[in-house]
């Protein structure tokens, strides 16, 4: 009776669930009014650079894994992004969150809980009106 306690007991400890992978679609969508120009970096060196007019969006990047991560440096190979409009403002999201010109509100494109909309596996970070009109004057 033992041994069959054992074989059980080694039986249930060695099934472990093996986690639910998926393709997960990254983009950034313009809803301002404005032309945004995308421009992403991974140490220091641009990587993706993109014009976005009125209700465009853009792929970033597509990666496989259990749970939506963001635009992270380890998926999508970016670890800043500057997000710019036309008149010179915008925003620049590092992955850290540091820096004066992040989004407010929480917002950054590159955290997983940056203000994402999901729909199914694509999520989309989406620049809008508000964001101009708050967007912060960009260094040259």
């Known amino acids: 009776m033992k041994r069959i306690a054992l074989i059980c007991w080694a039986f249930f400890v060695s099934c472990t669930d093996e ?4 393709n ?4 950034l969508n313009n809803d301002s009014s404005q032309v945004l120009k995308i421009e992403s970096f991974n140490n220091d060196v641009m990587v993706y650079q993109v014009d976005l007019n009125n209700d465009e969006n853009s792929p970033i990047c597509s990666y496989v894994d259990e ?3 963001g635009m992270f440096v380890n998926y999508c190979g970016i670890d800043s992004v500057a997000i710019k409009f036309n008149n010179g403002k915008g925003y620049i999201s590092t992955k850290n969150n540091s ?9 950054n494109p590159l955290l997983p809980n940056g203000g994402f909309k999901a729909n199914g596996n ?4 989406i ?4 964001d101009f009109e708050n967007a912060f004057e960009l260094p040259k």
Request: charged share 20%.
């Open 122 to 125: 694509i999520y989309e970070f």
């Open 19 to 22: 986690p639910v992978k998926t």
């Open 67 to 69: 749970n939506f991560r």
């Open 127 to 130: 620049v809008t009106q508000q």
């Open 24 to 27: 997960l679609f990254v983009g």
């Open 99 to 107: 820096g004066d010109f992040n989004f407010s509100n929480k917002r």
